[in-house]
């Protein structure tokens, strides 16, 4: 601590040795600092205070109707990066401060100072934006406060509109998208369904309908075998008949050029089936099985008349002339009965062949049903997905045309300014009272470090201590100085008018500081 505070002493007897240079340092720094704070140019200051109204009662109303942006936040936004180059640009040309620029260097200077002191400060949690701007003339802040003023009400009307133009073009072109999709999967669900017309059934599918056709082949087959046994029973009655009336059979012969054979079986047979065909040909074409059956038996039934009347022609020649008795009314019965049951047979017999054929084609056709199913449920949900974001998107696109007009509207967004844009008459910078006493310490600084400097480049050695600490040698004797009156005297003068120049720096000092106090207080 004591070899501390030794060294300390020693410095500061060193730098005391060039007090002078140092006191003359300190009045230059001084001078200069003082002349320098006087000649900063004033600074007006220029303000206004807009409020930012987001609450509108339309925007409960319009709730679940439509996209409702958030206003606070874009607000937010639109403070914090209003001061860009754009904006600002814009600016110099509305408060014409490009006039005074002359070439594009000092234009894009304006335009740099004016982005370091443009300001927007948010007074607190409520929408309230304080606008600033501080400049040496009070009207041209003034200018400057009210151009961006307006560009902060216009950017945050516009930005709203063009983001719901944007929004309302983008879900357009999707729509339209989205409509063309449409089209093509409704092309495919047609063309599949056409491609598998034979396949569509109503709603159990493939294994529904082979159980229908089952159902229907199996009635089908009992009812052919049932027209079978009415009808070998009809011909058994018949050949009862027919044994029972033969010993009452005559013959007759009749004239060649008049003789007429009657066959009643065979005609009541005919009668019937070609009563059948007309039947048939009005809900079938002549491809159908069951007409072609019974254009089948009718050609047989011919043939077989045709045997028949040849047959009894021979009886009739051999004969002797006589009237043969007129078939019984059973008989007759009967052959209608089983010419009936013949026609009934044939068709259950073409129907059964019918619904054979069809079973072995749904039999068939349900190896495949899978693979197509699989195909119509793939389609099917590609378009229910498509169809249902399409209407999504056209829903969308009304709920962005509200939120547009709402947007729009003028009562959603209220923009008041609570303080119009005025320039302070006093100018709030720069504070030469506080700057006054930095130039001071500035130029004390300065005398204090000249004089530090010259102290270790001209080293002064006041006791043997240090020097002995400096060169590491032995020291062998001290001479002291012997001071005489006519040297005291003159430290004495020195001192006091090193003392009369310290004075006079501080009395400089504060004569500046008053006359300033004095010059603030008259002006405000």
């Known amino acids: 601590?004591?070899?501390?505070?030794?060294?300390?002493?020693?410095?500061?007897?060193?730098?005391?040795?060039?007090?002078?240079?140092?006191?003359?340092?300190?009045?230059?720094?001084?001078?200069?600092?003082?002349?320098?704070?006087?000649?900063?140019?004033?600074?007006?200051?220029?303000?206004?205070?807009?409020?930012?109204?987001?609450?509108?009662?339309?925007?409960?109303?319009?709730?679940?109707?439509?996209?409702?942006?958030?206003?606070?936040?874009?607000?937010?936004?639109?403070?914090?990066?209003?001061?860009?180059?754009?904006?600002?640009?814009?600016?110099?040309?509305?408060?014409?401060?490009?006039?005074?620029?002359?070439?594009?260097?000092?234009?894009?200077?304006?335009?740099?100072?004016?982005?370091?002191?443009?300001?927007?400060?948010?007074?607190?949690?409520?929408?309230?934006?304080?606008?600033?701007?501080?400049?040496?003339?009070?009207?041209?802040?003034?200018?400057?406060?009210?151009?961006?003023?307006?560009?902060?009400?216009?950017s945050s009307l516009g930005k709203g509109r063009k983001d719901s133009d944007g929004?309302?073009?983008?879900?357009?072109?999707?729509?339209?998208?989205?409509?063309?999709?449409?089209?093509?999967?409704?092309?495919?669900?047609?063309?599949?369904?056409?491609?598998?017309?034979?396949?569509?059934?109503?709603?159990?599918?493939?294994?529904?309908?082979?159980?229908?056709?089952?159902?229907?082949?199996?009635?089908?087959?009992?009812?052919?075998?049932?027209?079978?046994?009415?009808?070998?029973?009809?011909?058994?009655?018949?050949?009862?008949?027919?044994?029972?009336?033969?010993n009452f059979t005559m013959r007759?012969?009749?004239?060649?050029?008049?003789?007429?054979?009657a066959t009643p079986e065979v005609d009541a047979r005919l009668a019937v089936q070609k009563q059948s065909l007309d039947g048939l040909l009005q809900r079938f074409t002549d491809q159908h099985p069951d007409v072609a059956n019974t254009r089948r038996l009718i050609a047989e039934l011919e043939e077989r008349k045709q045997a028949e009347v040849a047959e009894l022609r021979k009886v009739s020649l051999a004969s002797p002339v006589g009237a043969a008795p007129a078939p019984s009314l059973a008989l007759q019965e009967l052959g209608r009965m089983v010419a009936a049951s013949e026609v009934q047979v044939a068709s259950l017999r073409a129907r059964v062949a019918e619904y054979e054929s069809r079973a072995r084609k749904a039999r068939e056709a349900m190896k495949t049903a899978p693979k197509i199913e699989i195909e119509f449920a793939q389609l099917n949900r590609d378009y229910s997905v498509q169809k249902k974001n399409y209407e999504s998107l056209v829903a969308r696109r009304e709920s962005a045309s509200l939120a547009g007009d709402l947007e729009g509207n003028s009562g959603v967004v209220d923009f008041r300014l609570i303080d119009p844009p005025r320039a302070a008459p006093n100018p709030v910078a720069p504070n030469r009272l506080l700057l006054l006493p930095m130039a001071i310490g500035a130029a004390l600084a300065a005398g204090l470090g000249l004089a530090f400097v010259l102290s270790q480049l001209r080293a002064v050695f006041f006791d043997p201590h240090a020097l002995r600490s400096a060169i590491g040698l032995p020291i062998l004797g001290v001479v002291s100085l012997l001071v005489t009156d006519a040297r005291r005297a003159k430290e004495r003068r020195s001192t006091g008018l090193f003392a009369l120049a310290f004075g006079g720096l501080m009395l400089v000092f504060f004569g500046a500081s008053v006359a300033l106090t004095f010059l603030a207080n008259r002006g405000g």
């Open 167 to 246: 929004a309302k073009k983008f879900i357009e072109d999707q729509i339209k998208a989205y409509v063309v999709k449409l089209e093509e999967a409704e092309s495919r669900l047609k063309e599949f369904r056409l491609r598998n017309l034979d396949m569509q059934t109503n709603e159990g599918g493939i294994a529904s309908m082979v159980g229908d056709i089952n159902g229907l082949l199996d009635r089908a087959r009992l009812e052919l075998r049932e027209a079978e046994k009415a009808r070998d029973s009809a011909r058994s009655q018949i050949e009862a008949e027919k044994s029972q009336a033969s």
């Open 1 to 154: 601590m004591d070899e501390l505070l030794a060294q300390s002493i020693s410095v500061a007897r060193g730098m005391w040795r060039h007090r002078w240079p140092a006191m003359l340092v300190a009045w230059l720094v001084a001078v200069a600092g003082i002349v320098v704070v006087l000649a900063v140019p004033d600074k007006y200051e220029a303000s206004a205070r807009i409020y930012v109204d987001t609450q509108s009662i339309l925007q409960p109303l319009m709730a679940g109707m439509t996209v409702a942006p958030n206003i606070d936040q874009q607000v937010a936004m639109l403070s914090r990066t209003l001061i860009s180059r754009p904006n600002v640009e814009k600016l110099v040309r509305m408060a014409d401060l490009d006039l005074a620029s002359n070439t594009k260097v000092e234009q894009e200077a304006l335009i740099e100072q004016l982005m370091k002191t443009l300001e927007i400060r948010n007074a607190g949690r409520d929408n309230l934006y304080t606008l600033s701007f501080r400049d040496s003339s009070a009207e041209r802040a003034k200018r400057v406060v009210q151009s961006l003023t307006s560009i902060f009400i216009e």
């Open 252 to 261: 007759s012969v009749l004239q060649e050029s008049a003789m007429q054979v």
